[in-house]
C-alpha cells in the first residue's frame, strides 16, 4: 500500500468573528440567547473553537460532512451545556477519584512495607520479568532525580540508599505508575491482600485502578469525560461483598464511564467514605437534569435513568 502524500498545514489563524459566522454558516441557531453574540465570542475567545468543537460534533446533522451542517435548531446555549455539564462531570469525578488515589498509595505502601521491609523493590520479592523489573525501577529513580519534595532532599542528604522507603515513594509515583506496579510487578500474594481492603478479587481491583488512573488522567488535564469509553479493559466482579453495587453495574456497555461512576462509589464506600458517595451521586442527578447530560452517552443500562439507578445505594 503505497503511504498517502503529507501536506504542509497551511490553514490560517481565524479571528473570534470569523469562528463566530462559521458556526452561523453552519445553521447555528443564534436568536434564542439574550446577547447571544457578545456571549458566544466571549465563549470562544476563552475556551478556544477546537476544544469547543468536540462538543458541537454531537449536534451536527448525520451524514453532513465536509459542511458539518447542524441539526435544525440548535442553539450554543445546548452545546455550552454539554461543555459545562462535562466540567463539572470532572470536577466531582476527580474529587472522589482523589479519595481512592489517596487511600490506594497508602495501603500499597502499608502491604509491601509490612510484607517484605521499608524496601520491598528488590527482586525476589517480586513477580515479574527482569525488564519489566528494570523499566519500573528506572522510572522510580527518574521521579526521585525530578522530585522537588522536601522529603525527598531530606533523605538523599542523609542516607546512602539510591531509593527512599515504599511509604515514601508512593507519595511521588504517579497513580498510573503505582496501577503498573500493582499489576505488574508484585506478588499474587500482596495483590490480594490489598484487594481485600476493598473488598474485591485482585484482578477486579487491577482493572478498575488501571481504568480509575485513565480517567483520573483525563480530569487532572481537562479532557472530555462524557460520551467517551475508557479502554482499560474494565472487568465486572461475578460476586461482591456489597450485593447492591454489583446489581447496578452496566455489562452491555463495559467500557462505558458509567461502570467507572459505579466502580469508584464502590470503592469510597469500602473505605467509609459514604457522605462523599452520596454527595457524587446527587451531584451526578443534578449534572443530568441542570445540564441535560443524557445517560445513554455516559454508559447507563439503557432505559435506566440516574435516579433508578443509584436509590439502592444511596
Not at 473570534?16 to 458556526?23: A, R, T
Not at 506496579?181 to 490489598?194: A, L, T
Request: glycine share 6%; with cysteine.
Amino acid at each position: 500500500m503505497l503511504e498517502k502524500q503529507k501536506i504542509p498545514f497551511s490553514k490560517p489563524a481565524t479571528s473570534i468573528d470569523q469562528q463566530f459566522e462559521i458556526l452561523k454558516s453552519r445553521g447555528l441557531n443564534t436568536s434564542n440567547v439574550d446577547g447571544y453574540e457578545e456571549l458566544v465570542k466571549r465563549t470562544l475567545l476563552h475556551n478556544n473553537y477546537y476544544r469547543l468543537e468536540g462538543y458541537w460534533f454531537d449536534f451536527y446533522a448525520p451524514g453532513s460532512y465536509p459542511a458539518h451542517k447542524f441539526l435544525p435548531g440548535i442553539s450554543f446555549q445546548q452545546i455550552w451545556n454539554n461543555y459545562r455539564g462535562d466540567t463539572l462531570l470532572r470536577l466531582f469525578t476527580f474529587a472522589i477519584i482523589e479519595l481512592i488515589e489517596v487511600s490506594f498509595r497508602s495501603v500499597f505502601a502499608y502491604v509491601l512495607a509490612n510484607n517484605h521491609g521499608p524496601f520491598p523493590y528488590k527482586q525476589e520479592n517480586l513477580n515479574c520479568s527482569i525488564d519489566t523489573y528494570l523499566q519500573a525501577l528506572n522510572r522510580m529513580k527518574e521521579d526521585i532525580s525530578h522530585s522537588k519534595d522536601r522529603f525527598i532532599h531530606s533523605f538523599r542528604e542523609k542516607y546512602s540508599d539510591d531509593i527512599p522507603p515504599i511509604w515514601m515513594m508512593v507519595e511521588i509515583m504517579s497513580m498510573g505508575e503505582i496501577s503498573k506496579w500493582y499489576g505488574d510487578c508484585i506478588k499474587e500474594s500482596d495483590k490480594k491482600e490489598i484487594a481485600r481492603y476493598y473488598g474485591i478479587p485482585a484482578k477486579v481491583l487491577e482493572s478498575w485502578m488501571r481504568s480509575i488512573s485513565m480517567v483520573r488522567n483525563r480530569c487532572a488535564h481537562h479532557n472530555r469525560l462524557y460520551g467517551i469509553s475508557i479502554s482499560g479493559g474494565f472487568v465486572i466482579p461475578k460476586k461482591l461483598g456489597n450485593e447492591k453495587y454489583r446489581r447496578i453495574f452496566n455489562d452491555k456497555d463495559i467500557n462505558g464511564f458509567y461502570n467507572i461512576i459505579v466502580a469508584c462509589c464502590y470503592m469510597a464506600e469500602s473505605m467509609g467514605e459514604k457522605i462523599e458517595v452520596e454527595e457524587y451521586i446527587d451531584n451526578i442527578i443534578r449534572l443530568v437534569d441542570d445540564f441535560g447530560l443524557e445517560e445513554e452517552k455516559m454508559g447507563f443500562p439503557e432505559g435506566k435513568t440516574a435516579v433508578q439507578l443509584f436509590q439502592d445505594i444511596k
